[in-house]
């Protein structure tokens, strides 16, 4: 079920016709837990309804009654004067018919009270009703948390989600058909930034880490999960000796990757020893604004990961200020192949890598699509005319996860997630 936290987020076709989908599980062991909290909430509701319904019934029930022991001396003389009136040797006068009416007219209201309290039964019957549900409700929850621990829990949930990425290392690279509405996450921090989650480790880690602003900025915020990056608590600070240039960082496998202000110097830092690792130039790279995406903002140097490993993506003076990919070792930073891509960089809104291809957009403006991609492992490229809706109209990071397959953005001071499609390739045990 979607309220459990299951997504279908990529489909495509097989070249035999059949329909593919690659599914995502929820939050390591947040299923159980969030059916059960769901269960109990609706619990609670019930339980809450049904003590109202009591109070009020015991409060009117209390006011009738105190009425009708007002009313009981009027009822035992009229019941008197009754039978006096049925008597034939005895006549009503003028005075005592008068007395009659008025002995009436004070019992006026008991027929609406005595309606009310008809409704007052058929109220504690349905209530009847609603206790014997509850205690069934009551009753499948504690069978159901007897039968498993929340270690059992986990561990069934460990063994789904180890069938589930089973499952999706069967579909091969995919080609980019399609991009999602966005999803908007949080409104917060300035106009630039970067977000982004690990693009290699276990599912189990939901880290997510937050880095405002686009130049000389040394803080990074590290929430525990996605939801405490959506309240804004649970985090823990990271200076970064050397501040950035640029929103094009990336976490990968435990380290932070980005540009270091004022030079073409790559760093890499490790979140769990609070250090540098390792820092190298890539050769020939512009800085400063001298070869940006066309929004500015320092962001001549853009990190990316994808299935395959770790990119950069920049220029040089020698290419003519068109976009180079390189890929680099994620252990030492050097240069392990470049592609020219032919596509000034100047002229791009974004880019992101996915399965070793170049998706460009147009624009970092409203109005954008996916206008461009670049092929790797043909060195070719095509134009393309993927839809991209641009919510905030003005995007200043844009990046692919590969273990989450989603692109991750920075879009006018909102971090937005997009699903993508894409054609995948299934995998026979003999490929």
């Known amino acids: 079920s979607p309220d459990e936290g299951w997504q279908v987020f990529t489909s495509a076709q097989a070249p035999d016709g059949k329909c593919l989908c690659t599914a995502v599980i929820p939050v390591q062991g947040s299923c159980s837990r969030d059916l059960r909290s769901h269960q109990l909430r609706q619990l609670m509701e019930k339980v809450q309804n049904i ?78 009703d609603e206790v014997r549900e509850l205690a069934g409700r009551l009753l499948a929850i504690q069978r159901e948390m007897g039968a498993f621990d929340y270690e059992e829990l986990q561990r069934r949930v460990l063994l789904l989600e180890g069938r589930l990425h089973a499952c999706m290392h069967r ?24 977000w982004m989650t690990d693009t290699m480790t276990p599912s189990s880690d939901s880290r997510v880490w937050y880095m405002d602003g686009y130049y000389k900025g040394r803080r990074v915020l590290e929430f525990r999960s996605l939801d405490d990056f959506v309240s804004g608590q649970n985090f823990v600070q990271h200076l970064l000796p050397h501040p950035w240039a640029g929103t094009g960082h990336v976490v990968f496998n435990g380290s932070l990757y980005y540009n270091k202000y004022q030079s073409n110097v790559a760093v890499k830092y490790h979140f769990g020893s609070r250090s540098v690792l390792v820092q190298r130039s890539l050769p020939g790279a512009g ?10 903002g320092f962001s001549d140097i853009d990190f990316m990961v994808d299935e395959s490993g770790l990119w950069a993506v920049y220029t040089t003076n020698q290419n003519a200020g068109n976009i180079v990919l390189s890929r680099l070792d994620a252990q030492t930073l050097q240069v392990l192949r470049s592609w020219d891509t032919g596509y000034p960089k100047r002229s791009a809104g974004e880019a992101f890598v996915i399965c070793g291809t170049l998706y460009v957009t ?39 996860n590969p273990r989450e397959r989603v692109l991750y953005t920075w879009n006018n001071g909102h971090q937005v997630i997009y699903n993508v499609t894409l054609f995948h390739v299934i995998k026979t045990s003999g490929e």
């Open 362 to 400: 147009n624009s970092h403006l409203a109005g954008a699509k996916i206008y461009f991609a670049y092929y790797t492992n043909t060195s070719s490229y095509e134009y393309t005319d993927i839809p991209f809706h641009n919510q905030y109209s003005h995007i200043s990071m844009l990046d692919y």
């Open 51 to 128: 003590s109202q319904s009591m109070e009020v019934l015991e409060l009117r029930t209390y006011r009738d009654l105190q009425y009708l022991r007002g009313t009981e001396g009027l009822l035992r003389g009229l019941d008197s004067r009754l039978r006096e009136a049925a008597d034939p040797q005895r006549s009503l006068s003028a005075r005592g018919f008068q007395e009659l009416q008025e002995q009436m007219r004070a019992l006026g209201p008991l027929p609406p009270v005595l309606e009310q309290y008809r409704a007052d039964s058929r109220l504690v019957l349905h209530l009847k």
């Open 171 to 194: 579909l091969g690279c995919g080609k980019l058909t399609g991009v999602s509405s966005p999803i908007t996450i949080r409104a917060s921090g300035s106009r630039f930034g970067s």
């Open 287 to 296: 800085y400063n604004n001298t070869f940006p995406y066309s929004w500015g």
